[in-house]
């Protein structure tokens, strides 16, 4: 079952939102763990035929001239820190869900499934009337609800602000500190200035796990509407009159140009990027995240 | 600027249609909010751009079209001075002066003065209204006219159209009196005379002016707008035999006239004979200046008659920059010499150098046949078969031989009298004075008793001859072919005979006459003091004899052979001998024949060919009795341009018909009502036509 993302958001509230992307996600896996990248030593198991042969524990054939493998065991406890952008430019909404609610729903997913899983998760949000917010990780089960909270509060906010998420990383970074952690962030990136990109470059280069969900709608890809339009600017007061079919392809390339560069210096510095339109499903976003950090793992 | 209707300016409130239309325009539009709007900036900010542009171009020619729409409805009307002519609509009489005269074929601008007249005349016709009543009056001499006004404006409008410059010169008080005559016969109480044409001076010369200060209204509209009509023309042109270029040598004198404020230089000047150019000259010309050029030809041999054309390049005015005469060599001079000293040996004889020098080489050719015949036989001779009479060292005649040749010189015949050692003065004062201009007396031998080399020192010569008259015009000042002439004895003349016209040609150097030339009823007389033959004097021996003799011989004869000109100027008939013709047949120079024959040959000595219409030569072909036809060379004549039109000089305000100054003397400028709504719509129709290529290209 696919969960359409325009029909989940006349359910009820975020936290059974949440808790359907995730059991939508997870029916019929076997196991699904969000895993970080910090991993440490468990146990030896006597080496059978199939073990990689990288974890052959050389000390101990040295010591008891045996074959014995390494087991590693996730660290105790992932701490994930959530950023949501709340920003002007997140409130479009085209056909489907406004962006800034797909990513919220997005997040409030992974909130469950870290917090199901007994681990830390603190968010970050900006763009509501508040300001930038702040929800310190915790593992506890009450927690999850003060996240769905504020998350749901940014994401109906009536409006968001100019300011992107480049400050909202910078302040992941500084409650972080030295402890590597994971850091999703959902945004549409539309930074004139480039510091989100260099925001999460610098997480990247404190070793922090890095996750940014693109939030785009259909129409930002493909501008499809016709006639006379008069576009106004969700940041500002900037406002267009143009006929969309004259300048569509131009559109288009330069759009593309933007992802393409985007995608290219994420990539580039380690960042686990998903470009994700806001009439995909939900749960499929959720499982390409889950798949692609059990994958990186497993790389290791 | 101001209004016929300002109540429609109302209409100006419509200015809020456009301004509405622009705004539900742009609530029209489709409003999206949208996030990635740099994208869209920064892909086609120009377009966008362009696109509001547009949509204030759009409204601003909205407001300007509704505007133009109002103005125009309101019927906005300026004035200003009135330099063009006054034209009021509605019924009233008008007569239409156009100069058509060739003065009108001036090119000026790429246009002829009168294409300028005619278009002028075509838009103030198209302004009348079909009440007004129009005729049209040319201005050129000879030109038929209408007799009343018509109200058939269409006929009137192909009437300017067919007209052509002519050939005649202008007459504008003639053309003006016929126009006022015209409006005086109509009922209607506003009556205008429009004159179109380049107001010359010549044109307006000659008349009475055509009304007083009570006459129509006269509109001036001078074609030349100002600009001056600079033009050279050939104004004259003589051809007439020159002894000293030979027999068949002619003398071209044409007249430049330079009608112009500027000088004009090098201006070149080539004589034809027919179509071949024979000789070029150049002359400069001050402003206004005439100039007269002179031009020696010979005609072919075996051509005795032939056109000979004097042109200049052409100009804006071709028309009279080329000039037509007839050279026509003079039927044979007869000469009947009465030799008073005839000898068998020719060399002794009195006219024997006489006759060479009437005759050089006794070739055919030289225009002269000679008659000799000695004092006894001069009975027995008509005297009407002559041209000249010469008599060389004759003795006195009897009264009965004098009397018939004294009624033949007054009937305009030529003698020259010579004398000799035959004759007697005292015999000569008897019976010989009404041949004379004055009488004889003995001569004097200035060789008489003088030693041998001393006869030279003591001879007399030739001098203070008359420069300027055709008989010395071969001849310069002191020119050795005379003055070296050695005069041994010369014949001294008494007091003068009744003789009035007399006039001493030349003289010795002690004073006495030489020649001298009377005028006897039509005829002439010369009496010249000295022998013909080498027995008085050398000149014989020189020069100066043979064209000495030749122009005195011929000038002897031009009063007897002058005839009818064989030149008149466009628009004058000529008259034409029959010569017992059976028909006559005179070719134009455009081509156009004209038929004498019938009743309108018979019995005539002359017909008259009645008007010439184009410049050129008019040859004549004859049938006599015998049916024989051939060109008649001795009718041929050429028609001229009348030299007053080719003159551009603007009339003085003082040669103006009265009606016609300026403003009608009051000095006001007077000023036109200028209609304005024909531009404002023609804006308004541009501004539509604005709008909608700007509505296409938003879309």
Known sequence: ?300 | MSFLAPLMLVGLVGLAIPVVIHLIGRRRATVVKFAALQFLFGSRRRTARRLQLRERALLVVRVLACVALAVAIAKPFTSCAARGPTVTRGPQAVVFVIDDSFTSGYRLGGQTLLARELDAATRILNQLGPEAEVAVVRASEGAANPTELSREQLRTRDALLDLTPTMRPADLRRALTRAAQLLAGSNHQRRTAYLLAPITATSLASGEAPWTSDGPALELIDVRAGASLPNLAVTELAVTPDGASGTRGLAVVAEIANFSTVAAGGVTLSVAIGDTVVARGQLDLAPGERKRKRFLITLPPEVRAAPITVSLPADALPVDDRRVAIARLGTELRVLVVDGDARTDRHDDEVFYLEAALRPGDRGEAGTTVTKVVPEDLDGVDLDAFDVVILANVAALPGPRVDPLAAWVRAGGGLLVAPGDRVDPAAYEATMLPLLPQSLRDPIDTAWGAAPDERAARALHLTKWEADHPIFAPFGKDDPGLADAAFTKVMLLGPTTATADRTVLARFTNGAAALVAATVGDGQVLLYTSTLDRDWNDLPMLPGYLPLVQESVRFLARRRAAVATASVLVGQGQSLATLELKKLEVRDPGGAVAVFEGARLDGRSTVRYPTTARPGVYRVVGTDRAGDTRERTELTFVANLDPRGSDLTPAPPALLPQAGTPGNGTGKVPRRRVELWHAVAAVLLGLLLVESILIQARR
């Open chain 1, 1 to 300: 079952m696919r969960l359409d993302p325009a029909l989940l958001a006349r359910l009820g509230s975020l936290a059974i939102k949440a808790r359907l992307i995730v059991d939508s996600a997870l029916s019929g896996q076997h196991r699904a763990r969000l895993h970080g990248s910090s991993v440490e030593f468990a146990e030896h198991k006597e080496y059978s035929p199939g073990d990689e042969l990288r974890h052959i524990d050389w000390k101990a054939l040295g010591k008891l001239d045996r074959y014995y493998v390494k087991q590693y065991e996730q660290e105790s406890q992932l701490t994930a820190y959530l950023v949501l952008d709340g920003s002007g430019s997140m409130r479009f909404a085209g056909a489907g869900l406004a962006k800034v609610e797909y990513g919220g729903l997005a997040l409030a997913a992974l909130a469950y499934l870290i917090s199901k899983q007994q681990d830390q998760v603190g968010l970050v949000a900006f763009g509501g009337a508040d300001g930038l917010r702040h929800v310190p990780p915790r593992a506890k089960g009450s927690h999850l609800g003060d996240v769905l909270a504020v998350l749901e509060a940014v994401m109906t906010a009536p409006q968001g602000t100019t300011a992107g998420p480049a400050a909202a990383l910078e302040r992941v970074g500084e409650l972080a500190r030295r402890r590597r952690a994971l850091v999703v962030l959902a945004s549409d990136l539309f930074d004139p200035d480039d510091q989100t990109v260099g925001a999460l470059k610098r997480l990247r280069a404190q070793r922090h796990d890095v996750v940014v969900l693109h939030v785009l709608a259909p129409e930002e890809r493909t501008l499809p509407y016709e006639g006379l339009t008069l576009f106004e600017a969700l940041e500002g007061d900037h406002k267009l009159l143009a006929n969309p079919s004259a300048i569509r392809a131009d559109y288009v390339a330069r759009m593309d140009g933007f992802l393409a560069h985007t995608k290219d210096a994420l990539a580039q510095a380690g960042v686990d990027y998903h470009l994700t339109p806001t009439d995909r499903p939900l749960d499929e976003t959720l499982l390409a995240v889950v798949a692609n950090r059990r994958g990186q793992r497993e790389r290791r």
